[in-house]
């Protein structure tokens, strides 16, 4: 089963506590391509410019990453700039050029419009809602992130694909934000009514929590000595939860459990160096080992 | 087997978006005692003014607390007013008046000075450190609480009582404050150089770490609907997590990992109403069904 992610490929400028990186590639659909790829076939749907060399397409090539949905246009690629807090838990966007982004008009390559598990990574929410036009069948799970900007100036967009979406992955000041209520119960609550069956609640270095039917789960947060940079670390977890939920196939009690774990993995490994530079050289052994870490520090006998 | 539990009794004014009590029974010793004693005999010592009536030592009867450690004073009980924010995650104290808590020197009754399990609740540091020296025997575990007012103007004391203590539970700001590391995993590790061969960080609404030998384990926050009055939450934290390691007479990893989902359940429990009206009115099997709920909550299979 082959996973479909739509969203950005970016250049990003980041500083952190821990250092400064000028220019590296970026982008919520490349995180969450990579991290997905380890557990399932990926189809990326974005746009780059022609300042995207084969260097940067390094990053998809010997993995299971159908690039044949990357539009090159002419232009710059969508340039990303921020600055992390001494704490990390709050950045500033210093620079956005959104370049050939601008243009974007996501157009699915034929072979990919019978694709089951779609992830649509946070862009405007009407592009989002053209994308599950051009599939040709009825999908088994469509999973959606987006961000404060969308809630603010296309909240009318946001609703209409919110209908058609299953899964909506979106960090705790966002729901707050988008449902009106401050408790996160209520929020999730709210937010259902709104068209997903489930919300999963990014809290960061707090972890994440799922609302799905009757279940209540929430996943830590890998305590980690050294996190050096936090960019991509949600969209890594969106990569971990829905490349493994394609992997499965199924969707159910368990199988969402298991995707909430492997997207904390992702997102823990995500924070540990700059840019996509752990991510991209992990081993499924590593994976299977931190997943079990992930047990160990949960796992308890009354 | 016993827990000591040597901390305030006092009366509270609270207000918080969910309402405003201007007089309730409150103190870290009296949380903690109520919590302990669904799991184990407590012992408390602690000190009262003349305004502490038999409605108020109420709460203590009809449970296994001997409350003979309980000095009744001329004067009036310690008092403490608060104001929570609309997110309750920050409060301001509006009034402390220490009043016989000022003169307090905790004395333990003889027959108390066997107890193998101590919880030294937030109190003056050379206090903590002579209910140590009144003990007749090497206890088991000794817990300590502390606050940043200690962190800020009785550290050396504080070191001191350190040195004896097997496990410190402090929250995150104060973990941080005392380590001088922002890292939790950096914290605590210095921390255990100062004594405690454990560290509980307690992180409210985020749930709480536990760091101890090779382990770290991660209890979440019970998301709960509604969450009236956070007052004593840590502190009911703390008497659940004793309450049951006393209980258990064992001090390993898997009574370690149970001592913190009990702690969190109480803690969990404490917060729905205010003061301790939730935690009083508590039934067993309660107790035992919330616990099942945090490993609904957690559990998960690769």
């Keep these: 089963m ?43 749907v974005s ?12 990053i998809f090539r010997g993995r299971p990453i159908d690039v044949s949905g990357i539009e090159r246009v002419n232009g710059r690629t969508f340039f990303w700039s921020g600055r992390y807090s001494q704490d990390m838990n709050d950045r500033v966007t210093v620079e956005t050029q959104l370049n050939v982004l601008a243009g974007f008009d996501p157009k699915l390559p034929d072979h990919f419009r019978d694709s089951r598990f779609v992830f649509l990574a946070n862009i405007q929410p009407s592009l989002q809602f053209r994308v599950l036009q051009q599939l040709n069948i009825k999908p088994k799970l469509v999973a959606l992130d987006t961000m404060n900007y969308w809630i603010e100036g296309a909240l009318p967009e946001l609703h209409a694909v919110l209908r058609r979406v299953d899964v909506l992955l979106i960090n705790d000041s966002e729901a707050r934000q988008l449902s009106g209520r401050y408790n996160l119960v209520d929020a999730a609550a709210r937010i259902r009514v709104m068209g997903p069956q489930a919300v999963v609640i990014k809290r960061g270095e707090h972890g994440a929590i799922l609302f799905a039917g009757k279940t209540t789960f929430s996943a830590p947060a890998m305590p ?36 909430m774990i492997y997207g904390s993995v992702m997102g823990s490994f995500a924070v540990e160096h700059f840019g996509l ?17 992930f047990r160990h520090l949960t796992h308890f006998e009354l």
Tied chains: 1, 2.
């Design 2 to 44: 082959s996973l479909l992610i739509v969203g950005t490929v970016a250049f990003d400028a980041v500083e952190t506590p821990h250092g400064k990186v000028d220019r590296m590639l970026g982008g919520a659909a490349t995180y969450a391509a990579v991290a997905a790829s380890y557990f399932t076939p990926v189809r990326i």
């Design 47 to 58: 746009v780059v410019g022609d300042d995207f060399s084969p260097r940067e397409h390094a």
């Design 224 to 259: 980690l000595k050294l996190v050096r940079d936090p960019t991509g670390a949600g969209d890594s977890f969106a990569g971990g939860f829905m490349g493994s939920l394609t992997a499965s196939g199924r969707i159910n009690d368990a199988s969402l459990r298991r995707a």
């Design 277 to 293: 530079s752990r991510l991209r050289r992990l081993t499924k052994k590593q994976i299977g080992a931190r997943a079990r870490q």
